[in-house]
């Protein structure tokens, strides 16, 4: 199931009605907190687009906040909190300064989709795990065995590898196999998370 | 006791150390008479550190009001006397703003003590930013939001750090002196709060070094990210600033206690020296970002 939070309302709910710009800590964790809460709602399992198109400005502080503090909570090769996947949308080239920069200094990453349907992954991931990503990005959905044939890797390295992509939400887990958070040609929409 | 502090013809961030030079051996509690009487031009800096000075001392002090007519009424458009009228005892005739079309002024001084403050700032700095900075000083569309993210930033740090309200005012200018007439956009913010040192003495299990002093702090905030908190996602902000001032070949500088560090320019417009140290003592950080005119 895909569920999709606007950022932007959630601003206007949880600070201020007449606010359209993300700024200072206390606004950022203040959004984070009606997104959680929202998250709460939704189930277990589910991919969830954050949409920051209405959002005007994105400071580093709500970057942190919103962007770094949501995936450290849900997102991590130890304790993921619960299996939910973040697809973000309507990030523009400014909010881009304050997100890479968030998630370099995490070492996260994250899927951004573009208007086109085109997505990309930033922040800190290693060339072999990139690589990883665009291949089962290309094919839609795929196995071990389509990552290995397509970069030169075992498949036990390859399975080692997209199983680290899917405890960073990176890629989500189905059957027997895997399809990437936001991948153009997977039918995500049509992807039951909670089968 | 009273003593009369001279201010200087031309206000900005360099001239106003002979202000601190002549304030900074003074008690607190001593009454001052700042006379700003021949004051000629003041730079955002020179208004908000007017106002900074004012609400570190324990005396209310005297603001002697500047006898230009120019002068006083360019600072009333600037809401100078509005905020000084809280801090100071003003002497003299205060003329009214000459125009409220003044497109030089980005942003009037305005007090950040609060959250809410930054919001309302950044609401009103983009409404004007697009114009002053892609029109008047050829600068790229792009820069607009970041140049307003960096307003955002360093408001903030009054507000998580400073321990109390400070100041905000934002300016374009020609620079006639360096920059052979080029305009720039300078924004500035000054606080009488704890500084950046006490700020930093006050992280959980600090531990002061063998030289611990105004510019250690300023070199391990601004160059190294460190912050009072342990939180590794704090000290973003002001990398991002620096990160923003290095892009379009602007300028970043702090001051706070004894103690002043520059991000220069990569071109040759600005001279100033990296670290300045065993400066008179002032409380507080006053920071400047100096953005220049793009020439082709």
């Known amino acids: ?195 | 006791m009273t003593t009369i502090i001279n201010v200087p013809h031309s206000l900005e961030d360099k001239s106003f150390e002979q202000v601190l030079d002549q304030v900074a051996p003074l008690p607190l509690d001593e009454k001052i008479i700042v006379d700003t009487r021949h004051a000629r031009w003041a730079s955002p800096y020179g208004l908000t550190a007017l106002l900074a000075l004012a609400q570190s001392r324990v005396e209310r002090p005297v603001l002697y009001v500047p006898e230009a007519e120019n002068v006083s009424s360019y600072w009333s458009r600037m809401d100078f006397f509005k905020h000084a009228a809280e801090l100071y005892e003003l002497q003299g005739r205060v003329k009214n703003p000459r125009s409220a079309a003044e497109t030089s002024v980005l942003l009037e001084v305005t007090s950040i003590s609060k959250s809410d403050d930054v919001h309302i700032v950044v609401d009103k700095i983009q409404q004007r930013a697009q114009d002053a900075l892609v029109k008047n000083l050829n600068l790229d569309a792009k820069i607009t939001m970041r140049f307003t993210m960096a307003l955002s930033e360093v408001c903030q740090n009054i507000v998580e750090h400073a321990g109390r309200g400070g100041w905000v005012a934002v300016q374009t200018y020609t620079w006639r002196v360096r920059l052979g007439g080029r305009k720039v956009v300078v924004i500035a913010v000054c606080d009488p709060g704890i500084g950046f040192r006490q700020s930093l003495e006050s992280a959980p299990g600090f531990q002061r070094r063998d030289r611990w002093d105004d510019g250690q702090a300023l070199e391990e905030t601004v160059m190294r990210g460190a912050s009072r908190f342990r939180d590794p996602g704090r000290g973003q902000g002001l990398a991002g600033v620096r990160k923003f001032v290095g892009t379009w070949d602007g300028k970043l500088s702090i001051r706070s206690g004894t103690a002043r560090i520059a991000v220069l320019p990569k071109g040759d417009w600005d001279e100033d020296e990296p670290l300045l140290e065993n400066l008179s003592y002032f409380p507080g950080a006053q920071v400047q970002i100096t953005i220049p005119e793009r020439v082709a």
């Open chain 1, 1 to 195: 199931m895909i569920n999709h939070i606007d950022v932007s309302s959630m601003l206007r709910k949880s600070v201020c009605e007449l606010y359209s710009n993300l700024v200072t800590r206390p606004t950022g964790a203040a959004v984070r907190c009606e997104i959680e809460q929202e998250l709460d709602r939704i189930g277990d399992r589910a991919l969830t687009v954050i949409d920051f198109s209405h959002v005007g400005l994105l400071d580093f502080s709500c970057a942190d906040e919103i962007v770094a503090k949501l995936l450290l909570q849900y997102v991590s090769i130890d304790t993921p909190r619960r299996e939910v996947y973040f697809l973000f949308r309507g990030i523009s080239e400014s909010h881009m300064d304050a997100i890479e920069t968030v998630l370099e200094r995490h070492k996260l990453a994250l899927v951004t989709q573009h208007p086109d349907g085109q997505s990309r992954l930033i922040g800190i991931v290693d060339v072999d795990h990139r690589r990883a990503w665009e291949v089962i990005c290309q094919l839609g959905a795929g196995a071990s065995a389509d990552v290995a044939n397509a970069t030169g890797v075992s498949r036990e390295e390859a399975e080692r590898t997209l199983d680290n992509l899917w405890r960073r939400r990176l890629v989500i887990r189905h059957d027997d196999g895997y399809v990437a958070v936001g991948s153009a040609t997977a039918p995500v929409e049509n992807t039951r998370l909670d089968a």
